[in-house]
């Protein structure tokens, strides 16, 4: 069937229209190829009619001239149980020619379950009056499988929601960015988010979508909670949704669980990018041994055409808890280290020790070497070796991300920094940029740490450092393996600071290969500094800088003996004893620097 346009008329429309049909199954989708071409060929439309509805439903157009070709559409019509019929809309703009065509018109997958003899077995329900037989984790999930609507029957509400009459017992969450919007037809930007609803497939139903357009950011969050749920053992409480994830911008959807109320939560599930113009059903088997909750987190993608909705959220076999999830100090506990100081009589140039008041040198304090019996003066410093892994940083911090934090108008969310990372939570096409495994395990499940170069813009800087280290000795080495693959990869340096200078020690730019390759660092003897690893952002996200199974070697400071030095050996004006071989060499040996003083 075609159209030629060449009056000389403007905003002439024909129309083309379906029989009636009288219903359809749950996964009926109708698709068609179409013509569309000409200088201005103008609109097509494909437009649902169901009966007792005046406003019609859009299911598909066609907006403007695509080229000398034919091209398939796929339209998802879902469960319509009222009698309907499908009118296609050509609207004439021009003066000029353009051809339209349509062809191999097909529905499938449209008709109801057939009827069955019988229906045996724990995980299937045989319908009421159609007498088909479903699988069981189709009941009371807010759409009509059976036909007769028996398989949504004696359904407790308080564990669906479909969006027709508000959120439910669902709630937005107010830490987020931004709140999910409840909607009716289209979203208010073109090629993105969804036409109609899931529940009734029309442009009358509701659901639920995440704006992407200004003045949200990337990576903008908007977060859902759900209510609270008893423990549940085993995977028997299920809950079921469907999801709309459409748009060439289009970032993330996850879900999390979570047993403490101010926690993110454990995460579920996720889907990345485009997934097509259609709603797609997604179940999850939840297992607790505490009360929890569940959380729908969207997020923002880089541009405007990045659109997901949400509807018909249903659980099955889970029970409603009726109480609070216990909240966690954000506070550091300090179990290992007493938060009073026990009876001593230290100055205040020296440490003391937690556990039995001795005093030691401050400049013991964070030297690699424990000289108190409780190991206290080494529990504030990094570690001598740290690999990450159980999500442990070693003592390694972010001096700018914690003054950001410290002031409230600021967010950090999008800023460029160090994160703890591993490959089973990368999405899709992400590990071309990020390690796919960590070095200390070699596997997706290991831990490392990562400048993530989808927050920032070109040229931010990412700093993590140690505490200040207060002595090391004349051997002490940095170790560290890292990862920098990507086409628009940064650097990475590694800079040591003091209270007055800031030196490299090393750098390294651009891709390196998709491997982890080892790295050396020498650093002698040193006091009162800090090591800093700093990463610098390229011109895109791609590009992703990672270090793991960092190890300060040899580091600990020369001993002070319980003797006085030798007749080969000089003292240092801090006790320390070294060769004599080692004075005016240009190397401060003693730490002090007074082996290489001019009255030596």
Known sequence: MFILQNSSSI???????????????????????????????GAAEMQLLVDG??????????????????????????????????????????????????DDIAFENCALPPPALSCEGPNRFWCRDTKACIDSLLVCDLVDNCGDGSDEDNCNPDLQCNFENGLCNWAQDVEDDFDWIRMQGPTPTINTGPLKDHTTGTARGHYLYMESSEPHLFQ????????????????????????HMFGKQVYKLSVFQRTVS?????????KFGNQGNRWIRQTLYISSSKPFQILVKGTVGDGFTGDIGLDDMSFLGCTLYNGNLPTISTTTS????????????????????????????????????PDCSDKSDESACVKEVCNFEDKNQCGWYQPALEQMSGNNSIHTTNVFKWELGRGANLHPGQEKHC????????????????????????????????????LTGPKCKIIFWNHMNGSTIGSLEVLCKTSNKTSKLWTQSGSQGPQWNRAEVFLGIRSNFQIVFRAKRG???????????????????????GRPCTSDEFTCANKYCIPKDNLCDFVNDCADNSDESPIV
Not at 262 to 270: A, E
Not at 436 to 441: E, R, S
Not at 452 to 463: K, L, P, Q, Y
Request: aromatic content about 14%; proline content about 6%; charged content about 15%.
């Open 334 to 369: 300090g179990t290992s280290v007493p938060a009073t100081l026990p009876m001593n009589n230290c100055t205040e140039k020296e440490f003391v020790c937690r556990a039995s008041g001795h005093c030691i040198q401050m400049i013991q304090k964070c030297d690699f070497r």
């Open 539 to 561: 011109v895109s996200y791609m590009g992703d800088v990672a270090v793991d199974d960092i190890t300060f070697a040899d580091c600990s400071p020369l001993l002070i003996p």
């Open 435 to 470: 390690p796919l495994i960590d070095h200390t395990t070699f596997t997706e499940e290991g831990w490392y740490l990562f400048a993530d170069s989808s927050n920032g813009e070109f040229g931010h800087i990412a700093d993590i450092a140690t505490p200040v280290i207060s």
């Open 11 to 41: 905003s002439q429309v024909a129309q083309l229209r379906s029989p009636k049909f009288r219903q359809t199954g749950s996964n009926c989708t109708l698709s068609f190829w179409y013509y569309n071409y000409g200088q201005s060929v």
């Open 53 to 102: 509805l005046k406003q019609p439903t859009v299911l598909w157009w066609a907006y403007y001239d695509e080229g000398n070709q034919w091209l398939k559409a796929v339209i998802q019509l879902g469960r319509l149980p009222h009698p309907f019929q499908l009118s296609l809309h050509k609207i004439n703009l021009s003066f000029y020619d353009g051809v339209s065509a349509i």
């Open 262 to 270: 101010n926690s993110k939560g454990r995460l579920l599930w996720y």
């Open 220 to 243: 903008d969050k908007a977060i859902l909670l759900s209510p609270l749920f008893n423990p549940s053992g085993n995977g028997t409480c299920i809950f079921r949704f469907h999801y």
